[in-house]
């Protein structure tokens, strides 16, 4: 009995270890090993942005700043791994949320524990450690951007239109007033760079608003002269000039040179002519018989007639050439070609009585024989001159600061015909928004060359990449009046807080982008200052035609107009 008993113990043994055995083996092959157990990946079914699905990946505009943001999966979350697995970026930082949930707990409800700011950018990004109660973790990342809405309220109390443009025309002249060069009194490049990098080109246009800022009682007349005095006699006794014309850059306390580029480290003719309309427009000005004036006159007509225009047709050639450098000649060789921002130069080099060009430079050089001629339309408008659209907007800024195109015609062109022309195609491309920037409208329009993030573009209906620049509507003021006084309610009142500050409007910003620019340039500031004026006053394109070479020049070239 007790051999029998042992027998059974013994067959129950093995068959335990068999059953043992068996169950170890792999489904693979028949190897042994650990059972794993089979656990379903937690996967995102759906998002919802305010009860709008969107997708992973996405970028939404227009997001309420109390946004309520659903996130389902196919199982029931882990409740404790889901504050380190979501967050909600902002600029590098994280905004607080809170977390509820629903439907079995397979819905996370993600809200922000204090309202979003207006026109920012935020990123919702939940990462692989969220986890289900049965131990799955998120198949994989899971993230979407999302542009809150612009706040409509106004930023600054209603004022009067002429209030405004007070308001507008003194915080802008302020750029080249309180940021002006403290040795040479000329207006700095930009006000994020070096502060010892001055402007040419910009100087005139800093020039032209001393008139506009003395009309308006924003300095004294005795002011104006003295800043006046300081620009003109470091130009005549300090910067260095070739052959009359000076550089793109100087350094504002020593004089010299700063290269724009390797070889454009000499002269620059049409930079040269911005500033010569500057000074022949405060020489007009400052009129009297008092000492002082007679002696900024004086010192203005040398630097004026020391322009050797004429040399810069390279020889003989029917052309006027940009740029000439001591150390590499003339080895850029850049025709000044139009249609663009330099019919001044032509206009300025034909009015000098020392060295003048003759129409036929104008004739082949800048117009190429007519081949400027455009004559097309674009929404609607005929464009007399240039490319397809019209091109960036100070085309039709720059040289008209001081040249009246009012009545102005020659044998190419009706020129108010052309800036007006041009600026309502501007207008109407970014009404009509192509390409659907978030932001563009009737009211938030304007393509022209400024900074843009992370780099400088000439923005325009052919290279458009989103960035509106104030100065664009703002300088446009003569020619689209409703529309550009729309604009600047528009960045003032709406944007202001993000645009308008120290100097005035900022120089650019993009709401697609949520990116508004901390920099102001010489070059954007002065034509919304002088061209306000001009809207207002005529009092800039006035004096600069008032020149009796100006009136001279332009007549030998062709044109006419009723102050010619």
Request: charge should be neutral; glycine fraction near 8%; proline fraction near 4%.
């Amino acid at each position: 009995m007790a051999a029998k008993k042992i027998y059974q113990y013994t067959a129950l043994l093995l068959l335990l270890m068999q059953l043992i055995a068996s169950c170890s083996k792999k489904d693979t092959g028949g190897g042994s090993g650990p059972v794993t157990p089979t656990v379903t990946p937690l996967i995102n079914s759906g998002i919802t942005l305010d009860n709008t699905a969107i997708s992973g990946g996405s970028l939404t505009y227009n997001t309420k700043i109390t946004a309520t943001i659903k996130l389902s999966f196919n199982n029931a979350v882990d409740r404790s791994s889901v504050a380190s697995a979501i967050s909600l970026n902002e600029n590098g930082g994280s905004a607080a949320i809170n977390f509820s949930y629903e439907k079995n707990d397979s819905t996370i409800i993600i809200s922000p524990a204090t309202p979003l700011k207006n026109l920012n950018k935020y990123s919702l990004i939940t990462n692989t450690s969220l986890q289900s109660v049965k131990g799955g973790k998120l198949n994989a990342t899971l993230s979407f951007d999302c542009v809150t809405a612009m706040d409509s309220t106004d930023k600054f109390p209603i004022i009067s239109d002429n209030a405004l443009l007070d308001t507008v025309q003194k915080r802008t002249f302020r750029y080249f007033w309180d940021f002006g060069h403290p040795t040479s009194g000329m207006a700095r490049e930009r006000s994020n760079t070096t502060p010892e990098t001055v402007t040419t080109g910009g100087t005139g246009f800093g020039i032209m608003t001393i008139p506009a800022a003395i009309s308006r009682g924003f300095i004294t007349r005795a002011e104006g002269v003295t800043r006046m005095q300081k620009i003109v006699g470091f130009l005549k006794n300090t910067a260095q000039s070739f052959h009359g014309a000076f550089p793109h850059w100087l350094n504002g306390t020593t004089g010299v040179v700063i290269p724009f580029s390797t070889k454009d480290d000499g002269a620059d003719l049409v930079e040269t002519s911005y500033l010569m309309a500057g000074l022949l427009t405060a020489r007009q000005y400052f009129n009297s018989a008092a000492a002082d004036e007679t002696a900024l006159r004086a010192d203005i007509n040398t630097l004026w007639n020391n322009v050797q225009w004429s040399w810069f047709r390279q020889g003989a050639n029917n052309v006027l050439y940009w740029h000439w450098s001591p150390n590499y000649n003339w080895d850029m060789n850049v025709k000044i070609q139009g249609w663009n921002e330099c019919l001044i130069t032509y206009i300025l080099a034909a009015s000098s009585t020392t060295y003048s060009i003759p129409k036929v430079v104008y004739t082949e050089g800048y117009t190429r024989n007519g081949a400027e001629v455009n004559n097309n339309s674009y929404y609607g408008y005929l464009l007399p001159l240039g490319n397809a659209n019209g091109g960036p907007l100070f085309f039709a800024h720059y040289s008209f600061l001081g040249i009246n195109p009012n009545g102005l015609n020659d044998a190419y062109a009706n020129y108010l015909t052309q800036v007006t022309n041009h600026t309502k195609i501007n207008y109407e491309y970014c009404k009509a928004n192509p390409k659907g920037w978030y932001g563009y409208s009737n009211l938030c329009w304007g393509l022209t060359a400024s900074d843009v993030p992370n780099g400088y573009n000439a923005s325009e209906p052919n290279n458009d990449i989103g960035v509106i620049a104030p100065t664009a509507a703002l300088s446009s003021m003569p020619y689209t009046p409703t529309e550009s006084m729309n604009a600047l309610k528009f960045f003032y009142y709406k944007l202001g807080d993000k645009i308008f500050s120290t100097y005035g409007f900022v120089d650019a910003f993009s709401l697609k982008d949520t990116w508004f620019a901390g920099s102001y340039l010489a070059i954007d500031e002065g034509p919304i200052m002088v061209m306000i004026e001009n809207y207002r006053s005529q009092l800039i394109w006035n004096l600069l035609t008032s020149c009796p070479e100006i009136k001279t020049g332009m007549q030998n070239l062709g044109f006419s107009a009723p102050y010619l």
